[in-house]
């Protein structure tokens, strides 16, 4: 189901960028596409991603080095978030004995 | 070099103990200011004594090796990492990350964690220890199988709860195979003045024999008949709410494809894929209509294979 775009289309495609400033965020891998037989394939995420870096690059006045280190904590954030909530669900959903015990844990530490 | 205790002696670090020994006793016996009045040897010797101090004990020497020690002996200040601080309970810049205003996890997000003061670290959570114990309750999560029809169409279906009773469930028009559908506040009951956990179920679509789902789009084969396709026709085609006339167009061919469009879920599309099928008997009339065609209209159409 997934598809590929290529870098004309992604230019075409995210309002701010130019193929030099693609080129630029690859070589610096701050976006990594996959490797098709055609060149670089874009996925739906890369796409995201891009405007954000655009975004992020002109509204913050970002460099380069900033944009990467930006991009990492956004990163990690993200992860961080997405395994909070696999790990929430999976609590709430735990019978009252054990979200009792997960409770008091957690605010033993936390509080 | 200053700063490096090998070179105050003429060494490199992969020198040996006995090496180092050697090496201050030469710069002694010529730079002692004992000795020597040169105030130039007298900087060589006190550098050169300070690193045989630090370098004669092996264990100094490891950790001014390990960079534990600075030259003169000194720990090292430890280098802060703000990690350590940014983790703890209580960060005085600690913020929220988007649970609160989650409209599935904010409940559970504030039981497990208290509530964050927008901006930075609030009071948290004051009472503990069994009093006045407040706590939201289970979350349920369900399978839920839905015929194909009600998904594709919505509609109403009964499931039955862990506690017993049961509950009517509206499936939304257009559920997707996996979606997850949300009761709110008919999981367990909550503690305290916490509030109802909530329900989930977790849909999956039972399969058409004749409907096949890509999105909002539906796909079908329809079969028509040799004269509908020869001739064309105006013929029902089923959809997912109900037949529609469809044209299908003279000389019409097994694997062409018609679009209805608007008549899939949602406003998405239906994709009708042709299939000329055969009367169930080839009869004398056909057959002979065939053989004398065939004699002054045959055509190849596998011309261009590779066989």
Known sequence: MSRYYTETEVI?????LTRPRL???CRARIV???TTPDGPGFREADLARLQLLCDLADCHNLP???LRMVMSLIDQLNTARGDMRALMQAVAAEPDEVRIRIHRSIRGRRG | MAGDPYADLGLTRSASEAEIKKAYRKIAKTDHPDLNPDPAATQRFKAASAAYDLLKD??????????EIDEQGHERPQRRYY??????A?????????????PDLSDVFSDLFGRRAAGGFGQGFRQEGGREFHMRGQDYRFALEVDFMTAARGGKTRISLPEGGDLEVTIPRGVRDGQTIRLKGKGGAGMGQGGPGDAYLTVSVAPHPDFRREGDDIFLTLPITLDEAVLGAKVAAP??????NLTIPRGATTGQKLRLRGRGINGGDQQVELKIVMPPKVDGDLAKFMEGWRKSHGYDPRRGMTI
């Open chain 1, 12 to 16: 075409a495609m995210v309002e701010e």
């Open chain 1, 23 to 25: 080129r630029r965020y």
């Open chain 1, 32 to 34: 990594q596409p996959v």
């Open chain 1, 64 to 66: 380069e080095d900033g």
């Open chain 2, 58 to 67: 092996p264990e100094q020497r490891r950790r001014f090796d390990a960079g």
């Open chain 2, 83 to 88: 990690r350590d601080h940014a983790e703890a």
């Open chain 2, 90 to 102: 209580g960060n005085p810049y600690a913020q929220n990350y988007g649970f609160e205003g989650d």
């Open chain 2, 239 to 244: 959809t997912v709410d109900g037949p529609v």
